[in-house]
């Protein structure tokens, strides 16, 4: 194995491009999630909830949780992905294995892996938006820019979640990030509520430690143009971790499966 932090080349490409073929195989599944999730959530919270919430800082309700709905969405679909399906294709389908029997690296595999988590996160935001336009809570074309920026995103809670999956003894572990870091992030990360409404060391607990607040804030500032020098630190945040557990990922897996 190579000194190098990681060992990556184009041959990631390859593990890319299984768990796309994989995907396509079963679209009808794979696509009817993020048409639903978005009319259900506007439905009950935005229309329903909605009707005794008049506005948030001057925003209707249903456009102030639209952009909230994209980056959970985001969150789940890389995080489930680099952590559930993940460990069954290393550990029950031992599909890793089988690709490192090739001249594939076990680097690239799990950069393939995070590459495949932050892709779905970003057909998942591509897939909503069309829906967040029909009930208007979103406006065009600035709201373009939540594609792109999904990748970003994707990428981050895939690396999250691989270190997870590099760790946890047992799938039913996984259980466990799944309750305890995706959930509060779920309820405290400015997503149903502005993030100044909670105690301040809550609030500085969810700057520090909760990735989607930082989403959230960014993908909020997207859909309504309204940007501050605030989302200049979010994006800053989100780079910066986007990289440190994008190693630290490929690292804690090549520690596991090296044997």
Request: glycine share 4%; charged share 10%; proline share 7%.
């Amino acid at each position: 194995m190579s000194e190098r932090l990681i060992d990556i080349t184009g041959r990631v490409k390859s593990v890319w491009q299984r768990n796309w073929d994989a995907f396509l195989r079963t679209y009808q599944v794979n696509f009817i999630p993020p048409f639903v999730e978005p009319v259900l959530y506007l439905l009950a919270l935005g229309f329903g909830l909605g009707t005794y919430i008049e506005s948030v800082d001057g925003i209707p309700y249903p456009v102030f949780i639209a952009p909230a709905l994209v980056s959970i969405s985001v969150m789940n679909s890389a995080f489930f992905e680099c952590t559930y399906s993940s460990f069954v294709r290393m550990y029950y389908q031992k599909t890793f294995d089988a690709i490192i029997a090739t001249p594939v690296s076990i680097d690239e595999v799990i950069a393939g892996e995070m590459l495949w988590g932050a892709t779905r996160g970003m057909i998942y935001a591509t897939l909503m938006l069309p829906v967040l336009l029909l009930f208007g809570v979103v406006a065009m074309p600035s709201s373009l820019l939540l594609i792109p920026f999904a990748y970003l995103v994707g990428l981050l809670f895939a690396g999250i979640a691989m270190c997870f999956t590099a760790i946890t003894p047992s799938i039913d572990a996984l259980n466990y990030p799944s309750f305890l870091f995706i959930t509060p992030m779920f309820l405290f990360s400015g997503t149903f509520f502005p993030l100044d409404l909670l105690p301040q060391p809550i609030q500085y607990f969810a700057l520090a430690v909760l990735p989607l607040t930082h989403v959230v804030s960014i993908n909020r500032a997207i859909t309504l143009s309204a940007y501050s020098p605030m989302n200049l630190f979010n994006l800053a945040w989100i780079a910066i971790a986007t990289v440190l557990f994008f190693v630290l990922a490929i690292r804690l897996m090549r520690r596991r499966l090296i044997v």
